[in-house]
């Protein structure tokens, strides 16, 4: 296609102008696309590492097989054994393990190496990496669950559940417990000063939390200030859910009083989610102190 140009008497013919093509711009995936994607980075990276693999599910493995093969008899005032309440306690256990201890170390880890920081920095929506790790701690504690209530249930005695109400209490309960104790381990990685210094300042808490929260004695048999003590923190009524879960119904005469207690667990998790889940908004840094 030709115009005519007429100037100063003269014509002469030229090509028409062409159309500019418009960039088409892409739009940023949003938060759901965005988690689903990190979720799975996080899967992939955790699996494709042995040695973490190992390290996370080890600790509450070897715990309940040297405990469970030391202690012997029954719990005072019941007739369940205390292997049985061992294996409870140490299921418990095993989710603060993998959701709390695991997740505050690797975040320490990721962020004296810039990876945070660099997430961060990218056009990924920022709650996505939160959404990563959370599901990544679900799927590796229900993984370290069904590793120790199998060997609880071949080699200590452990009872299964046998009717939809209990396994529904403890489907809330994992689910409250693994988000309470991941949220916790966010948070508590503001006063991690660098990877080297994490499994020093994240193991104390873990192992004190054991022996005052119900895992290694019987509740009822600890110090009534232990006892109040443990109940500020998430382990001591992710303890006490799983034992409704797992124990016989007529256990529940040496819990605190003489009940199960369950909206008390249910009201307990849900306080500590939204607390951990505030001061995770609240303290959470982007980078390590060697990240410039």
Not at 103 to 120: H, K, S, T
Request: aromatic share 12%.
């Amino acid at each position: 296609m030709t115009t005519t140009i007429s100037t100063a008497g003269t014509s002469a013919t030229a090509p028409a102008a062409r159309a500019v093509p418009t960039r088409t711009e892409r739009r940023l995936p949003g938060l759901l696309a965005a988690s689903r994607v990190r979720s799975a980075a996080e899967l992939r990276i955790f699996f494709r590492n042995v040695q973490s693999l190992v390290f996370t599910l080890a600790l509450p493995i070897i715990l309940l097989v040297i405990f469970g093969s030391i202690f012997t008899g029954k719990i005072a005032g019941t007739d369940t054994d205390f292997k049985q309440y061992f294996v409870a306690g140490i299921v418990a256990a095993g989710v603060m393990s993998t959701a709390f201890t695991g997740l505050a170390i690797n975040v320490a880890l990721e962020r004296e190496l810039g990876l945070v920081r660099r997430l961060a920095s990218s056009p990924m929506p920022k709650g996505a990496y939160f959404v990563g790790k959370v599901v990544l701690v679900a799927v590796t504690s229900l993984l370290e669950t069904i590793i120790l209530v199998g060997i609880g249930t071949a080699f200590f005695g452990l009872q299964l559940p046998s009717d939809g109400k209990h396994w529904a209490v403890f489907a809330w309960v994992f689910v409250l417990g693994t988000a309470a104790m991941a949220l916790c381990g966010l948070a508590y990685t503001a006063i991690i000063p660098s990877a080297s210094a994490a499994a020093a300042i994240v193991t104390p808490p873990f192992l004190v939390l054991q022996f005052i929260s119900g895992v290694f004695f019987p509740f009822n048999q600890l110090p009534g200030w232990m006892q109040n003590a443990a109940g500020l923190f998430p382990l001591k009524w992710l303890t006490q859910g799983f034992r409704y879960v797992f124990l016989p119904e007529d256990f529940q005469v040496v819990e605190h009083g003489g009940s199960w207690n369950l909206p008390a667990v249910a009201i307990a998790l849900a306080i500590w989610v939204c607390v951990a889940g505030f001061l995770t908004m609240a303290t959470f840094k982007w980078r390590g102190p060697k990240v410039k």
